[in-house]
């Protein structure tokens, strides 16, 4: 028996959809239990909100209503390269070694106001939200997670960029003691993204300081990352030092690593595959089948007019 | 000195039990919780490697007979041999199952359209009359030289198997790496085996000749 789900879920009706199918996910992942047992029941998610450091957050229109991933599955499941290549547990053994605090961010280049800010004034520059977002990694899996960050705009704004300014690079700190993978020779260090300045102003955009109502634990990014649900996840830069604004596209890591692989826009588009697999289906982490990968992540309706008129294929 | 038949029962029984070892290890992983955030991954990760573990070492038991003069260890590899598709099937029906779950729309594609795929689901492939044919009966049967010729393409199985591997993964190639050399290793003892066997024999030619 095969239980198939709706291929075409318009992000707009994503509200009343996300409870009803919540509920759907539900039966499936106990249907599934039943039937495979003890060894998939290991991948359900333990929902257990915690209580931190961040109170009175404000809640956002933008969170998604989708139940939240586990804080285990959220922090023992990543890519953070520079803490190795080597499987998505290391750096949660890892990354407890690397210094995040004091932290400053250098923001730099065609701005009228480039600064260096401490963490501590970076957590003033806005009310922080709590943004529950889905994340869709390039590798096929997906995850919610509820961040707490504030738009990347605020901080944008604090800067006033020139009028030349068109991109907007992230680049992540180097600590080389505590960052085994930077002795790697796969991608460039120091870890750079980029986004068009357009889309760094865009509101889903954020910088999250937080998971869960607490601060970001080191191996997802502490003690500032960027978010942008959209895009694939190694978009999103972690542990940033420095953002500098620009005329060209910044040359971005996993880009000059791997051209063909890994675009600079890197929407999440089910239509473009990666060469290696496809990008049809994600598994979400905690659930046994396979769901359907929406365009943009399901955030068409907020970020789809960002590109009209590009060949998606082309600009992947 | 070669061991009693009841010593290589004795023998034949702990290597079963002990080749089930990595099946156990992933009923006792999913028992107490231990398959990570994305179990389904991790069991096909663990099956694949295995399945290449399981590959080296039956390759490893003419060369390790012949170091050690224990002529014995070819009455175990058969057994070994089997584990060797026993995993690969188990890694082959996670994928089909858990992981597409019998999708064969995007099976078909996956198969067509991603090497890594390709070559592993080839590999596979080139497993089943190996292990068909692996009992007494089939041996007769086929005989003794197109048996042998036969099972020769495992030295192939083996390369796309590690190629499989190495096609996988996405920067650090350390681990296919590994495999590959190790491969690499059993496989030119072989080459340098055979050639040494055919300068012997061309000078025994000659000297008979002569």
Redesign the interface.
């Known amino acids: 028996m ?1 239980i198939r789900r709706p291929n075409d879920i318009a992000p707009s009706e994503i509200t009343p959809r996300a409870l009803f199918e919540g509920r759907r996910d539900f039966i499936r992942s106990a249907g599934a239990t039943v039937l ?8 359900l998610p333990h929902r257990t909100w915690a209580s931190g450091k961040f109170t009175d957050l404000q809640k956002s229109p933008y969170s998604v209503l989708e139940t939240p ?1 586990s804080f ?2 959220i922090t ?2 990543n890519n953070f ?1 520079e803490f ?3 499987g ?2 290391q750096p949660a053994e890892r990354a407890g070694a690397m210094k995040t605090h004091p932290w400053t961010v250098g923001i730099e280049g065609l701005v009228q106001k480039p600064r260096t800010l401490a963490i501590e004034d970076i957590l003033k520059i806005a009310p922080l939200e709590e943004r529950i977002y889905r994340l869709r990694c390039v ?1 096929g ?1 997906s995850m919610v997670i509820p961040w707490v960050g504030f738009p990347l705009a605020a901080l944008i704004r604090q800067v006033e960029p020139l009028g030349s300014a068109r991109y907007v690079g992230f680049i992540t700190q180097m600590e080389p003691a505590a960052m085994p993978g930077l002795r ?1 020779p ?2 460039d260090f120091p870890y750079t993204e980029g986004l068009r300045l357009d889309e760094a102003l865009h509101p889903l955009t954020i910088m999250a300081v937080g998971l869960y109502g607490d601060v970001l634990p080191n191996q997802n990014g502490a003690p500032l990352r960027l978010v942008v649900p959209w895009k694939y996840g190694f978009k999103s830069g972690k542990s940033i030092v420095k953002i500098r604004f620009t005329d060209k596209p910044p040359r971005t890591s996993w880009n000059i ?1 791997q051209p063909d692989e890994y675009g600079f826009y890197a929407n999440v588009n089910p239509d473009v ?1 990666h060469p ?3 990008q ?2 994600e ?1 979400r ?2 659930e ?3 769901r359907k990968t929406l365009p943009f992540n399901g955030y068409a309706d907020l970020v789809a007019p960002l590109y009209a008129g590009m060949d998606l294929r082309k600009n992947y | 000195m070669p061991p009693t038949p009841r010593q290589l029962a004795i023998c034949k029984a702990a290597l079963f039990a002990a080749c089930l070892w990595p099946l156990a290890q ?2 006792w ?3 107490s ?9 991790f ?1 096909t990760r663990h099956l694949g490697t295995w399945t290449l573990n399981f590959l080296l070492i039956t390759l490893a038991v003419t060369p390790l007979r012949h170091l050690s003069g224990w002529h014995w260890l070819i009455r175990l590899r058969r057994m070994l041999g089997l584990y060797v598709f026993f995993y690969a099937l188990l890694h082959f029906l996670t994928y089909l199952w ?1 992981d ?4 064969w729309m ?1 099976i078909v ?2 198969i067509a ?4 795929i390709t070559a592993g689901f080839t590999a596979f492939l080139l497993l089943i009359p190996l292990a068909a044919t692996s009992n007494a009966t089939m041996l007769k049967r086929l005989g003794g030289r197109r048996w042998t010729q036969l099972h020769r393409s495992v030295y192939a199985i083996a390369i796309i198997g590690v190629v499989h591997y190495w ?2 993964v ?3 190639i ?1 681990l296919p790496l590994l495999y590959a050399v190790l491969l690499g290793a059993l496989l030119g003892w072989r080459a340098l085996r055979l050639a040494r066997e055919q300068q012997r024999q061309l000078r025994a030619a000659i000297y008979e000749n002569g």
């Open positions: 095969l495979f047992g003890a060894a998939l029941a290991a991948g991933n285990r599955d023992t499941y390269v190795g290549f080597g998505k547990s590798e899996w790697l796969y991608i690593a595959s290696r697999w496809s049809e289906k598994r982490i905690g046994f089948f396979k | 992933l009923v992983l999913g028992w919780d231990g398959l990570g955030a994305n179990p389904i991954e069991i858990l597409q779950f019998f999708d995007s594609k996956d359209k991603r090497p890594f096609w996988l996405k920067k650090d350390t």
